[in-house]
C-alpha cells in the first residue's frame, strides 16, 4: 500500500486493491479511508470482480456513456454532494434533464428540507432568510438545536459582537455544549423531541397574557384555529413532553416580550425529526404572535448554510425545480422536462432497495454513511445495476454496497496548485459524460469545459444570480432593505400534524441524537478527538450523571446501544450536561440505529430523535 506524495499531499498508489483485501478496507474508520489520500485513476468493478482494478479515463467515459443509454432515466437518480460547486451542479442538473431523469438531489434533502417546507408553508414562496449583516441590529438572538461554535464559525461570529454589544442569546438545546455556553444569557435543556411542546407553550404564555400584536394575527390565516388548539393544552401536558417547567417557560416569554428586534435561529437538530416540519411552523408561528418575521434586526435564520447545499437548488438542482429556473432551460436549450414525480433521497434509496433503480451517479458526499438504517443502505446500494462515484479519497459509498457494476471516477480537488493536473475537475468529468452520451449537435457540454463558461449560462438563465463573474454567490440572499415588514396577508399560523405526543418515557428507554464533533466536516472525520467536549475518541456516549446512576454504572462503563432498527456496541459512557432521559453520540455511526420512519411532509428520517436502550456491554 505504498503512497506517491507530491505537493504534500497523499496520493493512492494504483495497485491499493490488489494489496489490501475490500474486506480490510471496509474495517477501517473513516479518517483511516481519508487518510489513505486521493485517488489517481478511474476505479473499476463489475459485478463478477472481487474487488476494484485501475482503467484508463477513455474506457470509463465508454463504459459509463453505455450504461446510460441503455438505462430507464425514470428509474435513475442523480446526488450531489453540498461541497459540489454551482458550476459542477448545474452541469449534472442539465445532464439528468437531458436524458430524462427528474430525480436529482442534495445532500440537504436529508438536512434541511423541513425548513423550506415550513417556510414555504407559513410565510409564502417569497419568504427569505434575514441576512447576516442585519443580525448586528437584533436585540435578542434565539440558537435553537444548533452548535455553531462549531459548525458555523461566521454566525458564531456575529453571535460574539452580538454578546459584546450587551445583548441576549439564548439557546435551546438538550446538551450544553462548553463554547456556546459561554455566549448565552440563558440556556435551555428541553427533551429531544420536545420542541413543538415548548414553543407551544412559549405561545401559550403569550396568548394567555394578551401579549400578541393584534393587527398582525387578525390579518394572518388560521390564527382562530391556532389559538384554540394552544388553548387545548394543559400545562402539565407541555412541562412533561418538553421537559422544561413553567417558570423557565416564563423567563424565556419576559426576555423574549422585553425584546423589540428578535431572529429566530435554528439547525438541524429541529429538523432531523419525524416531525421536523412541525417544529419549525412551531417557531414561525411564535414569531408571528409578535410580528418578528422580517424587518430590522428581525426574522427567521435556519442555518443551512453549513457549505454549499442550499445554492445547488438555485441551479436548478433540486426535486422541486422552481418554475423560473424550469421555463430557462426550457427556452434556452430546448429540454423538455418530464411530468412524472420527482423522488428525494430516501424515496430513491427505498426504490432501489426494491430494485427498481438502474443507474446512480454519486457526485461526492459519502451516500452510504449518511443514510438511516444502515443495512438497508448497503442493501438498496447492493441492488443498483450501475453507479458512478465522483470521489477526491475514499469513502465507504466506494466499499458498501458494491456487489453489482461500480466505478469511482477521481476527481481533482478544488485546490487545483496542489492536486495532479491530470486530474479533471467535477465540471470536466461531467461534460466528458453527457458529450459522451448525448447526441444532439445543439446542446454541446464541451462549450462548459470552463468554469467562466459556466457562470456565464448561469446568469443568462438566473440573471439575478450574482453580480461579479470572479465572485461566489454569496448565502445573503437580500439585503435589510428588502427585509422590511410586510403584511400578514400571505402568511398562516400552522397546528401540528402531530399532536399525540407521548407523555412518559418507559423504563431504560432514552431519547438518542446524533451529532457532529469539532473533528469532523459532514462524514468526513479528519480528527477522532473532539476537543469541545473533552473527549480523545469517537466511541463515546453522552449520558447524565443522574440516568448513569439509575443505569447503575459509572462514567466511562461500556455499553451497548440498541433498538429494533439496529446496535452500536462498545461504546464508552461520557458524563455530560444532557438533559436527564436523553443521551447522545457521533453521526454517521449513529445511522445504525436510525429507522427509515420519517417526517411524512420532507421525508427527512428522525436522525435526531430515535429511542433506544442501554444495556452493559
Excluded at 401579549?211 to 402539565?236: A, C, H, M, P
Amino acid at each position: 500500500m505504498d503512497m506517491t506524495s507530491k505537493n504534500n499531499r497523499k496520493y493512492i498508489a494504483p495497485d491499493l486493491f490488489e494489496t489490501v483485501r475490500l474486506s480490510e478496507l471496509k474495517k477501517m474508520s473513516a479518517k483511516e479511508l481519508f487518510e489513505l489520500g486521493e485517488i489517481q485513476y478511474p476505479l473499476y468493478k463489475s459485478s463478477t470482480d472481487e474487488t476494484y482494478s485501475v482503467i484508463n479515463y477513455k474506457r470509463a467515459m465508454e463504459i459509463i456513456a453505455k450504461k446510460i443509454q441503455s438505462a430507464d432515466p425514470t428509474k435513475s437518480f442523480f446526488y450531489a454532494s453540498g461541497r459540489s460547486s454551482n458550476e459542477a451542479a448545474f452541469m449534472l442538473d442539465l445532464f439528468a434533464r437531458a436524458i430524462g431523469c427528474n430525480h436529482v438531489n442534495t445532500c440537504s434533502n436529508y438536512c434541511h428540507e423541513a425548513s423550506g417546507i415550513a417556510l414555504n408553508a407559513s410565510l409564502g414562496p417569497d419568504n427569505k432568510p434575514i441576512p447576516y449583516d442585519a443580525l448586528l441590529n437584533s436585540d435578542l438572538i434565539f440558537v435553537i438545536g444548533a452548535n455553531p461554535t462549531s459548525n458555523h464559525p461566521k454566525f458564531a461570529e456575529i453571535l460574539q459582537h452580538h454578546k459584546k454589544n450587551g445583548n441576549n442569546i439564548i439557546a435551546i438545546n438538550p446538551s450544553i455544549e462548553p463554547e456556546l455556553n459561554k455566549l448565552t444569557s440563558h440556556y435551555c435543556q428541553p427533551n429531544i423531541g420536545g420542541d413543538v411542546a415548548l414553543f407551544s407553550g412559549f405561545s401559550k404564555y403569550l396568548i394567555e397574557s394578551d401579549q400578541v400584536d393584534l393587527y398582525k394575527v387578525k390579518n394572518t390565516t388560521g390564527y382562530k384555529k391556532y389559538k384554540d388548539f394552544i388553548g387545548s393544552l394543559s400545562w402539565e401536558l407541555i412541562e412533561m413532553r418538553s421537559g422544561v417547567d413553567r417558570k423557565e417557560i416564563n423567563d424565556i416569554c419576559d426576555q423574549y416580550l422585553s425584546s423589540k428586534r428578535t431572529v429566530f435561529s435554528w439547525g438541524m437538530g429541529l429538523t432531523h425529526h419525524a416531525n421536523g416540519t412541525d417544529n419549525v411552523e412551531s417557531i414561525i408561528n411564535l414569531a408571528i404572535l409578535r410580528n418578528m418575521t422580517r424587518g430590522k434586526g428581525k426574522g427567521l435564520l435556519p442555518l443551512r448554510w453549513h457549505d454549499n447545499a442550499p445554492q445547488l437548488p438555485f441551479m436548478g438542482f433540486d426535486t422541486t425545480t422552481k418554475k423560473r429556473i424550469f421555463e430557462s432551460f426550457v427556452n434556452t436549450y430546448d429540454i423538455e422536462f418530464s411530468n412524472y414525480k420527482s423522488k428525494g433521497t430516501l424515496s430513491c434509496m427505498q426504490a432501489a432497495h426494491q430494485e427498481a433503480i438502474d443507474f446512480a451517479f454519486l457526485l461526492g458526499g459519502n451516500l452510504f454513511s449518511v443514510n438511516p438504517d444502515r443495512d438497508f443502505s448497503e442493501k438498496a446500494l447492493d441492488r443498483i445495476p450501475f453507479k458512478v462515484m465522483v470521489n477526491s479519497t475514499i469513502n465507504e459509498t466506494n466499499l458498501f454496497g458494491i456487489d453489482n457494476e461500480n466505478l469511482i471516477l477521481p476527481s481533482r480537488v478544488h485546490d487545483k496548485e496542489t492536486s495532479l493536473q491530470v486530474l479533471k475537475t467535477e465540471v470536466e468529468i461531467i461534460a466528458d459524460i453527457a458529450t459522451k452520451t448525448i447526441d444532439r449537435k445543439d446542446l454541446t457540454f464541451n462549450h462548459f469545459s470552463k468554469d467562466m463558461d459556466i457562470m456565464s449560462s448561469i446568469k443568462q438563465l438566473l440573471p439575478n444570480f450574482g453580480t461579479n463573474e470572479n465572485a461566489k454567490p454569496t448565502v445573503k440572499i437580500t439585503d435589510e432593505s428588502n427585509h422590511s415588514e410586510a403584511g400578514g396577508q400571505h402568511y398562516k399560523f400552522t397546528i401540528p400534524s402531530q399532536t399525540k405526543w407521548s407523555t412518559k418515557f418507559e423504563t431504560n428507554s432514552f431519547n438518542l441524537s446524533s451529532v457532529r464533533s469539532r473533528g469532523q466536516f459532514n462524514t468526513m472525520i479528519y480528527d477522532e478527538a473532539d476537543v469541545f467536549r473533552n473527549q480523545t475518541s469517537r466511541n463515546v456516549l453522552y449520558i447524565s450523571a443522574e440516568d448513569i446512576e439509575k443505569l447503575g454504572l459509572s462514567d466511562g462503563s461500556i455499553v451497548d446501544v440498541k433498538n429494533d432498527t439496529g446496535s452500536l456496541e462498545a461504546l464508552r459512557l461520557a458524563e455530560y450536561d444532557i438533559k436527564p432521559g436523553n443521551v447522545m453520540t457521533y453521526m454517521p455511526e449513529a445511522n445504525i440505529l436510525i429507522p427509515q420512519s420519517n417526517d411524512l411532509r420532507s421525508k427527512t428520517p428522525s436522525f435526531k430523535s430515535v429511542s433506544v436502550t442501554i444495556i452493559n456491554h
